[in-house]
């Protein structure tokens, strides 16, 4: 049998030098497992892994690689954001190799295979591993490949999906990844460099399980793993850990599972081997509230065995936006989980939402205060922004958006945490009141800090200098504008048809910056609802401090510098 060529790519990110330098790089977890399954599973197989997110490689030179080397399938794993890269480079590829076997597989192509088989020969649905290394074996064979399971693809122009494939039963039938295919150095690189919250430098992913039963409403795991969990045995991730410190000597580690916590005899047993080995690692990962205060007695042996903090979705403050989102929790339970946590002598995590659905003005502000007394470990005030409600394809908050909020994304490229896509009828309908007559200085710099380290209207290619500054003095107007407006008269809806207006800006760009700045002040006490019965004590403007020392120099100094 002659040599299988076969090449797996993750695409950049729309603006990907700029997403790098804002968000980081993360590792290609997913193709580095697939690749190291595949290696195992069948003989004859040369493997290589393109991670053009990482290494910053444009289209044309992705298209150049795939095409300058006889690959006899090119497989590509994408998010939602990634996915518009994704079908380009797949069509480019097929313009120059038609008879290169192209596969789609991930999150994004399992959620609408429908549509990514416009753009590839096969689309693997759900989990790939299994699926993919049928296909392998059965390229030549099209009554074959017609029974393997998991497969999307087109015959004589109709739509072909075969039935679900069951899922891995055994994980640690799984090898480790093939981190040997990536590019490590890049992930440990300064620009993008994996900071664990409380600990800085480099660390390696870790997935332990897969799955989670819960049924979050802007979640698609739900959707990928049907709400089953399967676990690894604590031995097989502790075997791995112990690889990548040898080979890396890397000892920072971060659990990609979606709810860490849910198996509290697979933690105490995994702490136990970390502890009894003395392996002298640090490690975080994300669970639910009420899974830490279910096993809070075994927080001290987390601690002990490295656990520098837990991550807990808190999402929002707000009780009702928590029942809107079906999270299962409540307020209290986040109080409960973080005090369980720093009297374990841990530091607790957290991940929030902007833009959730019922989310008004006041919210934010109470929000903040909530946020800085139980999850501020420094003594600088802190602004709680968190990530942007990301309307994700196929799950219930991407089918009913449209009925509670401005749907502001217009192709896959804007379904980014990082990109404002949904605004909630909740806010816009809101009345933003000043709470100070002027806009302090203090106000504005955070605001512009903000506004340009998380690129809250897009991600924008590279800009001259002069440019930037156009952006940043155009950005000063509009909070004048805005706080001038902000007289409880006006929505923020109608705030921001007044700066379309005047600004002559898209309507899409108009709500984004509104929205944002809305966001922005009410978190400082800057404004609040016009209805609002709650007595501002604005935000200590020291927080300030926090934005200099954490941003300034990574999000607006080296940006510019290096344009």
């Known amino acids: 049998m002659r040599m299988l060529n076969i090449l797996l790519i993750h695409p950049p990110f729309p603006y990907n030098k700029n997403m790098i330098n804002q968000s980081g790089i993360n590792m290609s977890l997913g193709l580095a497992v697939l690749a190291s399954y595949i290696r195992e599973k069948m003989k004859n197989v040369y493997i290589e892994i393109l991670d053009a997110h990482a290494l910053d490689i444009p289209i044309d030179k992705i298209v150049e690689k795939a095409i300058s080397f006889p690959w006899d399938v090119i497989g590509l794993s994408y998010l939602t954001a990634q996915a518009n890269n994704a079908y380009e480079i797949s069509k480019s590829i097929k313009n120059f190799r038609k008879d290169a076997v192209i596969v789609h597989g991930g999150v994004h192509p399992t959620c609408v295979y429908q549509e990514a088989v416009e753009y590839a020969d096969y689309v693997v649905v759900g989990e790939g ?188 403050a707000n009780p009702k936006v928590l029942l809107a989102v079906k999270k299962g929790e409540t307020v209290s339970e986040v109080v409960k989980a973080a005090m369980n946590q720093k009297n374990a002598g841990m530091t607790p995590l957290c991940t929030l939402m902007a833009f959730n659905i019922g989310e008004n003005i006041d919210g934010y502000y109470l929000q903040n205060l909530f946020m800085n007394k139980y999850f501020n470990p420094e003594r600088a005030q802190r602004l709680f922004i968190g990530q942007f409600a990301t309307t994700y394809p196929s799950t219930e908050f991407f089918l009913t958006a449209p009925k509670y909020g401005k749907f502001l994304a217009k192709e896959w490229r804007d379904h980014h945490h990082a990109i404002i896509n949904f605004v909630p009828n909740s806010l816009l309908n809101d009345m933003p009141k000043k709470t100070n007559k002027r806009l302090t200085i203090p106000a504005i710099l955070l605001t512009t800090f903000s506004a340009f380290s998380l690129m809250y209207d897009e991600f924008p290619k590279e800009i001259s200098k002069i440019e930037l500054i156009k952006r940043l003095l155009r950005h000063i107007k509009i909070m004048m504008l805005y706080y001038k407006l902000s007289n409880g008269k006006h929505t923020v809806l109608d705030i921001s048809k007044k700066m379309e207006k005047a600004f002559k800006i898209s309507e899409v760009e108009s709500i984004r910056i509104t929205a944002f700045i809305t966001l922005l002040l009410a978190l400082m006490g800057m404004v609040k609802s016009s209805h609002s019965r709650i007595k501002v004590k604005r935000v200590d403007h020291s927080c300030l401090y926090y934005y200099f020392y954490h941003f300034l120099d990574k999000k607006i100094i080296y940006p510019i510098v290096h344009l």
């Open 129 to 316: 591993e299994e699926t993919f290394l049928e296909l392998l074996k059965n390229l030549r064979n099209k009554k074959k490949i017609r029974k393997i399971k998991g497969l999307a693809f087109k015959e004589d122009g109709k739509l072909v999906k075969t039935p679900e494939r069951e899922f891995i039963k055994n994980l640690d039938e799984i090898p480790f990844p093939a981190f040997d295919l990536l590019p490590m150095q890049r992930y440990f690189t300064q620009v993008g460099e994996n900071i664990m919250h409380v600990v800085g430098g480099p660390r390696i992913p870790i997935m332990a399980s897969r799955g989670c039963p819960y049924n979050c409403t802007y979640c698609v795991s739900p959707i990928l793993w049907k709400r089953i969990v399967r676990w690894r045995s604590p031995e097989n991730v502790v075997e791995e850990i112990e690889k990548w410190i040898k080979e890396y000597r890397v000892r920072n580690f971060h659990f990609w599972d979606d709810n860490l916590l849910l198996n509290a005899e697979w933690v105490k047993r995994f702490c136990e081997l970390i502890i009894s080995k003395k392996l002298s690692i640090r490690w975080t990962g994300l669970t639910r509230a009420s899974h830490i205060n279910r096993d809070q007695k075994l927080l001290e042996l987390m601690a002990k065995s490295g656990c520098v903090g837990i991550e807990i979705g808190v999402e929002s």
